[in-house]
């Protein structure tokens, strides 16, 4: 059973899932955006996932070092994606940070691309979605477009300070990281729901911090990967007979968060096929109405998104 831990961050909050174990969870109004981890190793301090904002990061930092004593080790990034890695500048210089090969290629190759976007556009996006709150009377959609109100602004208080700091240690396939206290298994899985995921597995707690592989409360994002191998992963992670998953985005989980993931992507996939095999097209697509039980979920842009996503995917099979 997790336990809250108080700290003095207005970016998350921190549950405790096992001794020297921790979740940090996003705040809604806060700039962490995604969730992270911080690992006792016994005698070295593991962070999972750095946040979007440096001064999110920051916190974090001060966090993981206030509760073990001593500093930060390294700083793992599970995947590329810029609410995952922006705040790897908090623990740069001095703290090694770890990717795969191919998240640091794509840090490398599409961040600085990604960030002149931002540069160009955060500020028009941010003032869009506050226009569609002003005009929204439905509560779900309200919260929704607060949370992307907050992501925005995260964004734009983050550019003016950005420096991406590219991961120093990479590895394929497996890497193991002991110490007196446990072993920590980072575990790669290429295309899952980006160009490269990992996933950090704590075999005697029966814990595993998920990343975007996972999602509680919310949408999944579906376009950046592929939701064939996301199944084909989860059926993997559950043979490590964990007990507590630790999502991107959402609350302390457990496997039967796994089983909805699997079940997300398997009802959008019957709704596409659906339309397909009536001769529908893409336009036909774009009515499909939400599900009532996805209506609560954050993230309900993505719901279209995805489908789209996944008829192009049908309609184009990979070989």
Not at 13 to 22: F, I, K, P
Not at 49 to 63: C, G, H, K, Q, V
Request: net charge negative; with cysteine.
């Amino acid at each position: 059973m997790s336990k809250t831990i108080p700290i003095i961050s207005r970016h998350f909050r921190l549950e405790q899932l096992a001794d020297g174990v921790y979740a940090a969870i996003h705040a809604d109004d806060g700039w962490a955006t995604c969730n992270a981890g911080i690992i006792d190793l016994g005698d070295r301090t593991l962070v999972f996932d750095a946040f979007m904002s440096p001064e999110a990061a920051s916190d974090l930092r001060i966090t993981a070092e206030t509760l073990m004593g001593r500093p930060v080790h390294a700083v793992i990034n599970s995947h590329p994606h810029n609410d995952h890695i922006w705040g790897n500048q908090a623990f740069y210089p001095g703290v090694d940070i770890i990717s795969t090969t191919r998240t640091r290629e794509l840090i490398e190759t599409e961040g600085p691309l990604e960030i002149q976007g931002f540069r160009g556009g955060a500020q028009k996006n941010l003032d869009a979605v506050r226009d569609q709150l002003t005009k929204s009377n439905d509560e779900i959609t309200q919260a929704h477009l607060k949370v992307f109100i907050v992501y925005f602004q995260a964004i734009l208080a983050t550019l003016p300070v950005l420096q991406l700091c590219l991961p120093n240690l990479t590895f394929t396939g497996d890497l193991t990281l002991s110490g007196p206290k446990r072993t920590a298994n980072l575990i790669s899985f290429e295309g899952g729901h980006s160009g490269s995921d990992a996933i950090l597995h704590l075999p005697a707690d029966g814990i595993v911090f998920m990343s975007d592989l996972l999602f509680i409360g919310g949408h999944p994002y579906l376009p950046d990967g592929d939701p064939v191998k996301i199944k084909l992963f989860l059926a993997q992670i559950r043979k490590l007979h964990a007990k507590i998953f630790l999502p991107g985005h959402g609350p302390v989980g457990r496997t039967s968060d796994l089983d909805w993931m699997d079940k997300y992507i398997d009802t959008l996939n019957a709704l596409v096929r659906s339309v397909i095999e009536n001769g529908g097209t893409e336009a036909e697509i774009g009515k499909i109405a939400m599900p009532n039980e996805y209506k609560p979920l954050i993230f309900p842009t993505f719901f279209p998104q995805n489908l789209i996503f996944l008829y192009h995917s049908q309609m184009n099979p990979r070989t």
